[in-house]
């Protein structure tokens, strides 16, 4: 069933999406006259290794860099990608993957392989489910760059700060996973664009539902800035990569 409803939505979508796309491929292309694609190898279910479509949001070659973690003031970003990271278009490519079956609509975010090589036992549970476009973390990370502004080193910042949480969240959305949550988190996905306040409250409502820990509530309504933390299945805070 979950793999009809990401080809039917993924069908759909992406010819809603068309004349938003048509335009956004224009405008990256007339910035460089280069290709207004970018296909990030990710690493998938069960471990596969697939070619995640993106609308190019920065500078040719920008990967030789190896900053897999990419924070707002990022000078490998363009100016027409800071708007298409802006508005999330650079996801609506992905709906390519999810018709596919290299993606589906909603599960844990896809990672590059020098991440998912560091996940520990517990967090490689993330790899026994189809990527998604969106899940828990990709509504209460949507700010990830700004996160990561200003850090010394984004990919560290990143395993300190962002990757506990989103792996918790990932395992969360895999132990409870269904049809109904799915589309839950379609829905708040676009109410984030509008009010991410609105869509962490129904996020947060979620998840206590669910029964989750307090800690990972505390990341969702947050009322301090994120510190370093431990993630799932390791025994110390990430240090080095």
Not at 79 to 93: A, P, Q, S
Request: hydrophobic residues 45%; glycine residues 4%; contains cysteine.
């Amino acid at each position: 069933m979950k793999r009809l409803f990401d080809v039917i939505d993924s069908f759909l979508g992406l010819i809603v999406a068309s004349p938003i796309l048509i335009v956004a491929m224009l405008m990256v292309w007339l910035q460089d006259f280069r290709s207004p694609f970018y296909t990030a190898p990710r690493v998938g279910k069960n471990g596969t290794l697939f070619r995640m479509v993106k609308l190019r949001s920065m500078v040719i070659n920008a990967d030789t860099s190896e900053v897999d973690s990419t924070s707002s003031d990022d000078n490998r970003i363009t100016r027409v990608g800071c708007f298409i990271r802006k508005c999330k278009l650079d996801e609506l490519t992905q709906l390519w993957n999810v018709l596919l079956g290299d993606m589906s609509l909603v599960g844990p975010r896809p990672n590059v392989k020098r991440e998912t090589d560091l996940y520990s036992n517990e967090e490689k549970k993330l790899l026994s489910v189809h990527p998604g476009i969106t899940d828990f973390s990709s509504i209460v990370f949507s700010d990830l760059a700004e996160i990561l502004q200003n850090c010394d080193d984004a990919n560290i910042a990143y395993n300190q700060l962002v990757r506990p949480w989103k792996s918790r969240l990932g395992l969360i959305y895999i132990k409870h996973q269904s049809l109904f949550l799915d589309v839950q988190l379609m829905i708040l996905t676009a109410l984030c664009l509008i009010s991410k306040k609105r869509a962490l409250s129904y996020i947060y409502n979620i998840l206590t539902h669910l029964n989750v820990s307090k800690d990972v509530l505390a990341v969702v309504k947050p009322d301090k800035p994120l510190v370093p933390s431990i993630p799932p299945g390791l025994s110390d805070i990430v240090t080095s990569r």
